[in-house]
């Protein structure tokens, strides 16, 4: 059976549609949830692929988050194996910094629904050719990153560029929530943590009009959710048959 290894940060922050989808791939699912395990000690390369979840904290808080710069090298020493890795949020600035990209505030803040674009080499990429030339895509993030060396950009927004990239074959990075549905934007919203985030907006943030946008854009993110993961999922299968793993 396929080992998925998933790291999470906080949990109101799952896999999300992702988990049915790698279920139904055949993948054992394990979860380093490191709001309460703060020091892990396992070989990523005993894995089939890697899976870095978002939350609340930022890569250059590390001195209150000790397993910050443990996940950033294991994320580098997982890319370094070939294994494969996909970053969604806080995940994909991860793994940024884990290629050597820096990690800051992003100007605005982006809280609900917003336009995604694809670029030249997002149309040709195996996982973005499934979105039209403008998505409506949640967002939850304050902070942005500097494009890798060597990484390519696949996705952007108005207010903030980096929003998707790949770095060879196997190592994916979303700023945006692809994973969630309506029931997890929900409960999202009614987190203590985050509705004082939403609130601390300069416009107040509108809990309602994110629902109601959510009700309107929902079933194109679900197809979206299915498209990318999906063949991103595949990618795992194709690894699978060139690669043996050492017994556990």
């Known amino acids: 059976m396929r ?33 309460r395990q703060r020091r892990v000690d396992l070989d990523v390369r005993r894995y089939h692929g890697l899976v870095v979840l978002g939350g609340p904290m930022s890569v250059y808080d590390s001195d209150r988050y000790p397993h910050l710069q443990l ?20 995940g994909a600035q991860l793994i940024a910094a884990a290629l050597g990209g820096r990690v800051l505030p992003n100007p605005t803040k982006e809280i609900g629904w917003s336009e995604v674009m694809p670029t030249k080499a997002g149309r040709k990429d195996r996982l973005f050719s499934c979105f039209a030339d403008r998505e409506k895509i949640f967002q939850w993030h304050g902070d942005t990153f500097h494009l890798p060396a060597g990484a390519e950009l696949l996705a952007e927004s ?4 980096n929003q998707a ?15 969630v549905d309506e029931a997890l934007i929900e409960r999202w919203l009614g987190t203590p943590a985050l509705k004082r985030e939403l609130a601390e907006l300069s416009d107040g943030g509108d809990a309602s009009l994110i629902m109601q946008q959510t009700r309107a854009f929902i079933g194109r993110s679900g197809e979206l959710s299915e498209a990318v993961f999906g063949a ?17």
């Open 3 to 35: 080992k998925l290894l998933v790291f999470q940060h906080v949990p109101y922050e799952p896999l999300g549609t992702l988990d049915a989808q790698f279920r139904a791939a055949g993948f054992r699912i394990r979860y380093v949830n490191f709001s």
């Open 71 to 90: 996940e950033v090298e294991a994320i580098r020493l997982t890319i370094d194996a070939g294994v494969p890795v996909l970053g969604i949020c806080l």
């Open 158 to 161: 108005p207010l903030c560029k």
């Open 165 to 179: 990239f790949c770095y060879g074959e196997h190592v994916y990075g979303l700023q945006f929530h692809l994973e």
């Open 232 to 248: 991103f999922i595949e990618r795992f299968y194709r690894w699978r048959r060139r690669h043996s793993l050492p017994s556990r």
